[in-house]
């Protein structure tokens, strides 16, 4: 059996990462999950009309900013900015979530805010941070607390662990990191009318 990792640490870390985030850094972007539905295509997989996106959700965000770039080629002088977005994963799965209930923070100056945007980030999603945007190239889903992924406990063809039994107890996911680049603000079918 784990010795670190139960229950009571990964509430004490939970608390203290949704502290630090909310109430210290508080970098907040807005992210819009492209929605493939409603996306008209042709023939060829290309959007008809632009892409569509489902509502923008406010969410706090650790901001890693790469080096900009102008590369010249045969068209000219573009622009390369990378940037790299942190996310809690308690921010992003359902406020229904087990880990979500009675959660939040707020004080009686800042309105209380409640955890779970039930979003799932995937290539294509768009983050505005500051007055651009940033198109998500990768998601990277490996940041285990203890370095341990409670969803794969690895159990034996008689579903035990030989080695280690109620593994599934122990770890935490503590976030998603979205590696993205610069998008021009015409290329999007985005139009900020009110926050």
């Known amino acids: 059996m784990a010795l670190y990792g139960g229950a ?7 608390r203290v990462n949704r502290e630090l985030m909310g109430s210290i850094i508080s970098q907040e972007v807005i992210y819009y999950k492209y929605n493939v539905t409603t996306t008209k295509t042709n023939m060829y997989g290309e959007s008809v009309e632009g892409r569509n996106f489902a509502d923008p959700v406010m969410l706090f965000a650790l901001v890693e900013v ?30 229904l979530d087990s880990a979500n209930q009675g959660q939040g923070f707020g004080t009686y100056q800042q309105p209380f805010i409640q955890y779970g945007a039930s979003i799932q980030p995937a ?20 940041q285990f607390y203890v370095g341990k992924d409670p969803a794969y406990p690895y159990y034996d063809a008689d579903g ?29 079918n985005i139009i900020n009318t009110r926050m």
């Not at 009571?8 to 939970?14: E, G, I, T, Y």
């Not at 007055?131 to 490996?142: K, L, M, P, R």
């Not at 770890?171 to 998603?176: C, D, F, K, S």
Request: aromatic fraction near 12%.
């Open 66 to 95: 790469g080096d900009s770039t102008s590369p010249t080629s045969d068209l000219g002088v573009d622009f390369s900015w990378p940037l790299t977005f942190n996310f809690l994963i308690d921010d992003l799965i359902s406020a």
């Open 123 to 142: 290539a294509g999603d768009v983050i505005q941070y500051q007055n651009g945007y940033w198109e998500v190239d990768n998601t990277n889903n490996t």
């Open 8 to 14: 009571r640490d990964v509430s004490m870390f939970r």
């Open 160 to 188: 035990n662990n030989p080695l280690n039994t109620g593994l599934e107890n122990f770890g935490y996911n503590v976030g998603i990191e979205c590696v993205c680049h610069y998008v021009p603000s015409d290329r999007l």
